[in-house]
């Protein structure tokens, strides 16, 4: 159980991570899932329960930190439409795996957010759109989801109250676009993901145009310990606007990478040596990209920065979905670049003329720099081709794409260069 | 309103407008390749950036709504840098080959590339490299120049309802595809070119012909249905190279018939010198010796005229002059699809605009193929049922439309009246009632459901009836057409201003002939059969091709046999086999003239292409042949002509004097009381008869490109419902008034029970000359 004492709280999506059985309802159930469900279903309306989740200060986990409560206080009501919940567990974006373990290990956590968030929203049918590389949890969700059905937690006159919601999960084909949420949503209607422009926001006019809330499976795995111990517990953890506990996926040159759940403002630092066991080789990481792929680097003079969406934001990157991929002093950072270049030209969906054109060109050039044929002038190139991409499109794809280029070019331009020296001098030699 | 600054400009405009339409609006200049006013938004070529205050980014202006006090910019160093940018970016893999491409001159790409392109680019990597499509006789495709904007899959989606053209793959390995290789199957495909904004999709008949700069643009309007489009006929020289909607016509878009029938203009099908017939065969002469043998023909005997309505108002005029002049009390006839002539209660023509038509709160097509009739009102309809409203439709053929009607029913033709009187039923119990209508309602056995669906529309504020050929050509048109104009007085549809009673016609100038030719026409079937029986010595034809079109092919062909024809025309066509004597007439592109289309629409064209041969406008002729005949000539100009116009059609006084868009209304009869008709039916099955765009038509049938389309589009030469088969497809024998016929017989769901389909009319023997059929050997 989360101890009501926010001081005293190890973790709130995890904290029954390592328990085993924990994704069988009866294990479950032991460790208090659902107990605090009947309550928020008979004593709980949604006016409550958005402004508990408003007070939380709870910022979406999914990478773009939008708080929780102000995005469902923004669903119309009485609109005549349904009004859709999906949970995002696209989870695509390079180096991140948390919700992946929330899913195989403790579905169930997910299953009451999302009952809890459906209530509130008036939803009758929720999806889960589960990326499709991950067989094994999809299949562990639609287990639990079956256990929920059979007792009565899903389908209608949930636990004898009047609210009936269905709960579907749907499998992805394998596209990281499909994890921006309006491409989701396209996909999830069975049409190729391609993000759709905003205004509409979803909420407005989502899932088959109807008002829909798109939330990270972090996100509505919180929402329970949030409801049972009220906004102001959660908002009491980590710090000002950035409130609760986040989980890191870390990975890289650390010496024990994996998942960790820590409070909000927890310093990079901290969480490398004290967590991840600290770096493999040398006492200063050479970059650290905070928040996905998509996200700039940070260097050694960041080591200190609290994690936070806001001081990452100050630091020049972003929070993101909380991947942290580390870099020491051993790594090729040329290589890793031109490795992104190509992860974002395969996954562009190509509506937009800068992301379809300049991922692709950005790709072919890092090529032929990685390879030793660069020249000076190709620096400029990159830099103009990855700038008039970012925050001139359709969704943030392109922006991620251009964040690494960006990120090399002004932090290591002679790595870069080194690489076109090296074949010159090879030529000569040869 | 919503009132915002453009480069430090206040504007107002209407809450919701993006910001891009709200800076055309105002004439402030930004850049765009995928915005279409007529298409959705997609956002996707990003040329459109505007900055905005306060962003920290700039906005793609077709996507963002104008909001109060927005400061948009439009010019900037760093909006030119963009641009600069989204250029390299698309022309990075495109293969610069200008000079070869036909869009050169009249492209987008080109022509920002110059504006706000970089003087040269930076991408030295491998260059994409596409297939290209088979898309059918209308488009080439030259994929590697796409800039996929999706225009063209938005095109197919929303306005052709098709959908065949989509997008695959993603990054820059999307390409654009023809999901139906080898042929589009839109009536509308041509347009495809047009919207292309580069040289990806081009005009396949006009491809490698000629240079945008080198054609000259004559406005004209189209004639090849009563839509009468506003189009722009581009020539060189006095060769047509294509034919395109006019930039500020009422309609964006026009149909394949009407844009590549241009080749038949110079087809072998043409009538460009007079011809007289000389042993067997028709050889060349001169004017003077062609009018003489006509003459010859003519002088002192009981003639037929038999025209066709596609003439200019002035060619049409001078037909009922030389009528007057010199064969008074001759028969007359123009329509070929008309079997009932008594008056009808509401004339043909629209009593709406296609706009209005488009706003209705309820729409009703009754019996009309209306996709292949009216590709461009169709199309109207379509835009409408995206936009949620209701269209409905009864009638004995699931016609494909391309976009599902909102509501459906299937019904032969003798069910008309049990649909009529059902629905009468229905209103008057609604408390809605007219005077006649119980009577009307009383002499009706029948009750057929259909008519729910009918009455359903009626009670909306505002109801637009297409009353389409089903009716229009059935045996008691005129009783079911009272029947309609009951039940619209009845429920508030008649007056002024709310007229919904459309009755499609069948050619152009509809309302024109109602006044011009009201008093004397017959029925084309008539006038054939008084021919063979001795009662007319000669049938002159103007334009008409009673053989290839309508419903009295039988009997045309028979008076033919018997009685010498004089030919008139643009288009010889198979017909001329009969003709004595040709005299050539203008076409449509070649004259200064007026046109009315459905709507009443009034145009007068003023920039004819100048003609290819020795043909003369029709009036020319015309007064030629009074002049010959020993009548005295009305009209020696266009103006004393248009007098006599005027004198026929006083809706038309103003035609040529004003410059304000005119429109003339439809004839309505409040004596063409007719009680529907009691006569049982003769035989099992009723017949009805498809027009296909790519057949009918002497015009149409003589262009190669629009019969090479008829091919693809091709059905079985008759349908029936498989229940009505009840046997194998195949070859069967019907009986008819006429006698016994065999016909190869397929099956589709798409035909009511019932009914004989008969999809190649002319083609199909002659069966469309009848109205009702029976199987020989196997039940109905
Ligand atoms: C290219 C791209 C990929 C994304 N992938 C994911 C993803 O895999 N999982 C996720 O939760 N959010 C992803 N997002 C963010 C979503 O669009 C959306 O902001 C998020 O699901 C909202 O949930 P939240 O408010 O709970 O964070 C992605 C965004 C972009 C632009
Ligand atoms: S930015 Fe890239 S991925 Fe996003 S919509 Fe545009 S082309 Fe697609
Ligand atoms: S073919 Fe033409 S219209 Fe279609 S996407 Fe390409 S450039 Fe646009
Ligand atoms: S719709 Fe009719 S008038 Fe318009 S182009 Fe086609 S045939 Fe001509
Ligand atoms: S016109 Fe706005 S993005 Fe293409």
Redesign the pocket.
């Known amino acids: 159980m989360i101890p009501s004492d926010p001081q005293k709280v190890t973790g709130i999506c995890f904290d029954h991570v390592d328990v085993p059985n924990q994704n069988s309802l009866a294990v479950a159930r032991k460790n208090g899932a659902y107990a605090f469900l009947p309550t928020v279903l008979k004593e709980f309306d949604a006016d409550k329960i958005i402004d508990e989740v408003k007070t939380s200060g709870l910022r ?7 708080p ?1 409560g102000l ?1 469902w206080s923004f669903v119309p009501r009485n609109t005549g439409k349904p009004t859709y919940l999906l949970c ?1 567990a ?4 390079p180096g ?1 795996f948390k ?1 992946r373990d929330i899913m195989r290990f403790d579905p169930h956590l997910l299953i009451e957010g999302m009952i809890m968030a459906g209530f509130a929203l008036d939803v009758k049918d929720a999806y889960i759109y589960i990326r499709g590389e991950f067989l094994h949890e999809a299949n562990v969700m639609n287990e639990a989801i079956r256990e929920a059905y059979a007792a009565n937690l899903l389908g209608e006159n949930i636990l004898g109250t009047d609210y009936s919601m269905d709960l579907t999960v749907h499998r992805g084909a394998g596209a ?2 499909c ?3 309006t491409a989701l949503i396209e996909s999830l209607e069975g049409r190729p993901g391609r993000p759709r422009f905003k205004p509409p926001f979803p909420a407005v006019e989502g899932f088959y145009g109807c008002p829909t809330v ?4 972090e ?1 509505l795995a919180t929402v329970p310990a949030i409801l049972e111990h009220g906004g102001a517990w959660h908002a009491a953890i980590g710090v000002p606007n950035n409130t609760g506990f986040k989980i890191f996926s870390v990975s890289g040159h650390v010496n024990k990478p994996g998942n960790y759940e820590v409070p909000m403002g927890t310093t990079m630092r901290t969480l490398i040596e004290d967590y991840c066991g600290g770096l493999q080789h040398g006492t200063v990481p050479k970059a650290i990209i905070p928040g996905g792929s ?1 996200s700039a680097w940070l260097m050694a003079e960041h080591y200190d920065v609290p994690l936070t969406f806001d001081d990452l934001i100050k630091a020049g990157s972003m929070l993101g ?1 909380g991947a942290i991929i580390v870099m020491d002093e051993t790594a090729d950072l040329v290589a890793l670049t031109r490795r992104l270049a190509h992860f974002y030209a395969h996954e562009s969906c190509g509506q937009c003329t800068p992301c379809r054109e300049g991922t692709g060109w950005l790709e072919r050039v890092m090529n032929r720099v990685e390879t030793g044929h660069g020249c000076e002038a190709d620096l400029k190139v990159l830099k103009e081709a990855s700038e008039h991409m970012a925050g001139r499109t359709i ?3 392109a922006d ?1 794409a251009a964040a690494p280029i960006l990120s090399l070019l002004e932090h290591f331009p002679d790595e870069l260069r080194s690489r076109m020296a090296q074949s010159h001098q090879e030529e000569q030699s040869a | 309103m919503t009132a915002l600054y453009i480069n430090d400009e206040e504007v107002t405009v209407t809450p919701g407008t993006s910001i891009l339409e709200a800076c055309r609006e105002n004439g402030a200049e930004v850049p765009y390749f995928c915005y279409h006013p007529e298409l959705s938004v997609a956002a996707n070529c990003r040329m459109c950036l505007v900055e905005i205050e306060g962003w920290n980014k700039p906005a793609a202006s077709c996507c963002t709504p104008v909001a109060e006090g927005m400061k948009v910019r439009t010019q900037t160093e760093a909006l030119e840098k963009d641009r600069e940018m989204m250029m390299e970016y698309l022309l990075i893999h495109h293969p610069l080959d200008c000079p070869v491409c036909d869009q050169g001159g009249a492209c987008k790409l080109q022509d920002y590339a110059v504006e706000h392109g970089a003087s040269h680019g930076r991408y030295a990597e491998m260059k994409r490299a596409v297939v290209d499509h088979d898309l059918g006789p209308f488009v080439s495709t030259c994929m590697t120049r796409c800039i996929h904007c999706t225009r063209c899959v938005r095109f197919a989606d929303e306005v052709a309802g098709t959908g065949d053209m989509g997008v695959l793959d993603r990054g820059d390995h999307m390409r654009i595809d023809g999901i139906v290789e080898d042929c589009l199957s839109s009536e509308l495909s041509g347009n495809l070119s047009d919207i292309c904004p580069v040289g990806a999709l081009l005009d396949k008949p006009s491809h490698d012909v000629s240079r945008p700069w080198e054609v000259t643009r004559h406005k004209s309007t189209c004639t090849q249905c009563p839509q009468g489009c506003d189009i722009t006929i581009e020539s060189r020289g006095d060769e047509v190279i294509r034919i395109r909607p006019e930039k500020d016509g009422m309609e964006p878009w026009i149909c394949d018939r009407g844009r590549y029938v241009y080749d038949a203009f110079r087809s072998e099908q043409r009538i460009l010198e007079p011809k007289v017939r000389e042993s067997g065969g028709l050889v060349a002469a001169s004017w003077d010796d062609a009018i003489g043998r006509a003459v010859e023909l003519m002088k002192g005997k009981r003639v037929g005229i038999v025209f066709s309505p596609d003439w200019s108002v002035e060619g049409l005029t001078s037909i009922r002059l030389l009528n007057d002049a010199v064969f008074e009390g001759a028969k007359v006839a123009f329509d070929l699809h008309r079997r009932d002539m008594r008056s009808f209660a509401f004339e043909e023509g629209l009593a709406m605009t296609t706009q209005q038509i488009e706003d209705s709160g309820q729409v009703v097509i009754l019996g009309s193929d209306l996709r292949q009739r009216l590709p461009v009102l169709m199309q109207r309809l379509r835009k409408r049922i995206n936009a949620g409203k209701p269209v409905s439709r009864i009638g004995a053929m699931n016609y494909r439309t391309n976009t599902e009607p909102t509501k459906d029913s299937l019904i032969r033709p003798r069910d008309w009246s049990a649909v009529i009187a059902f629905a009468m039923q229905q209103v008057s119990g609604l408390g809605k009632t007219a005077a006649g209508m119980d009577a009307w309602m009383a002499g009706v056995e029948g009750r057929h459901e259909a008519g729910k669906l009918l009455a359903d529309a009626l009670m909306d504020d505002s109801c637009a009836l297409l009353v389409g050929e089903e009716i229009r050509s059935h045996e008691d048109a005129a009783a079911l057409i009272y029947g309609l104009d009951l039940l619209m007085r009845a429920c508030g549809h008649a007056e002024a201003g709310k007229d919904g009673r459309n009755l499609i016609s069948e050619g152009m100038n509809p309302q024109l002939l109602s006044s011009v030719f009201g008093d004397v026409r017959t029925s084309a079937g008539e006038l054939f059969d008084a021919a063979s029986n001795g009662e007319l010595d000669v049938l002159l034809l103007i334009g008409s091709d009673p053989q290839g079109d309508g419903l009295f092919s039988v009997q045309a062909k028979q008076a033919m046999d018997k009685v010498p024809l004089v030919q008139v025309g643009a288009i010889s066509g198979q017909i001329s086999e009969y003709a004595e004597v040709q005299l050539p007439a203008a076409a449509y592109s070649e004259v200064e003239g007026s046109f009315v289309n459905m709507e009443g629409r009034i145009r007068v064209a003023e920039n004819p292409l100048s003609s290819l041969g020795a043909e003369r406008p029709l009036w020319k002729v015309m007064m030629r042949l009074i002049q010959d005949m020993g009548g005295d000539i009305p009209a020696v100009n266009l103006d004393e002509l248009r007098a006599h116009v005027i004198r026929f059609a006083p809706q038309m006084e103003h035609a040529w004097r004003s410059s304000d868009e005119l429109m003339i209304t439809a004839a309505r009869n409040n004596t063409a009381t007719h009680a529907s008709s009691t006569k049982a039916p003769s035989r099992s099955l009723d017949l009805i008869s498809r027009y296909s765009m790519y057949r009918e038509g002497a015009w149409v049938r003589a262009s190669d490109l629009l019969s090479e389309a008829g091919c693809l589009h091709a059905l079985d030469d008759v349908l029936v419902h498989p229940n009505t088969l009840a046997g194998a497809e195949g070859e069967r024998v019907v009986r008819t008034s006429s006698g016994e016929q065999s016909v190869h017989v397929g099956s589709r769901e798409d035909v009511v029970p019932g009914v004989l389909f008969v999809a190649k009319r002319g083609v199909a023997g002659d069966l469309s000359s009848e109205s009702e059929v029976d199987f020989v050997g196997g039940a109905a």
């Open positions: 979406g986990r999914g990478g773009a930190g939008f929780t995005k995002n696209d989870e695509g974006e991140t919700d990281y676009i994890g921006e949420e798109v939330n990270n499976v996100t998509s979905s969704c943030a794809l991620g």
